[in-house]
């Protein structure tokens, strides 16, 4: 295989955030996390109607905007400059978590630190390092109805990241529903099931993804 073969291989942060907006429904609540989830916006299939919700108290965020677009007080969660839509709603804090702890959220989309094989996450920090807090994810993996995690399948030390048990500090307990990496894909039907591989990224073999992940998952 050549050089440019093994560079192809797999998904790209844009193309894992693409597998993901197919799990969008028309008319769904989506609260996209930060780093690779924000990009799920860019990729809402056309014709379908889907409401993005943010912690810091925006309901109905637009696309991106262009650098001449800029308005420095519309920010996600993320601290990322944002746009509004004619539907867009501004409420408080404790009426944002309102919504996500109530159950009104459909989906959200986050990153990943760890998931273990049953479903537990850890994504908010590293034991003794500086962070500004964990922001909503808690009440998101507590309060939103169906939980997609997208990562990167190993970390930057190469370490599988989908793991028997998650040795960082953990976000929530039996919560995910599906994973999406840059190799593969793995969903569960329940949270009492265990994840399959349902998806393999182009160019990687089922091998590769056993030989990167050391937790048990059915194919």
């Not at 986050?110 to 996450?121: A, C, F, P």
């Amino acid at each position: 295989m050549s050089e440019q073969d093994t560079m192809a291989k797999g998904w790209t942060r844009d193309q894992m955030a693409a597998r993901a907006a197919r799990e969008l429904q028309d008319g769904f609540y989506v609260n996209l996390g930060i780093g690779i989830p924000t990009l799920v916006a860019n990729h809402v299939p056309a014709g379908m109607t889907v409401t993005l919700q943010s912690e810091n108290g925006m309901l109905g965020i637009g696309p991106f905007p262009y650098d001449d677009e800029v308005d420095p007080d519309l920010i996600n969660a993320g601290k990322q400059t944002i746009s509004q839509l004619p539907l867009t709603s501004y409420f408080d804090s404790a009426q944002s978590f309102a919504m996500i702890r109530g159950g009104h959220i459909d989906l959200a989309v986050l990153g990943g630190m760890e998931v273990s094989q049953n479903g537990d996450l850890a994504n908010w920090m590293v034991p003794g390092k500086m962070i500004k807090g964990m922001g909503g994810a808690m009440d998101l993996v507590a309060g939103v109805k169906k939980i997609i995690v997208v990562m990167e399948h190993v970390s930057k030390n190469g370490d599988p990241k989908f793991i028997p048990e998650c040795t960082l500090p953990l976000t929530g307990k039996n919560v995910i529903d599906m994973i999406i990496t840059d190799l593969a894909v793995f969903q569960r039907s329940t949270h009492m099931s265990p994840f399959r591989l349902i998806e393999l990224a182009p160019g990687v073999t089922r091998e590769e993804v056993r030989a990167k992940t050391t937790a048990a998952y059915e194919e």
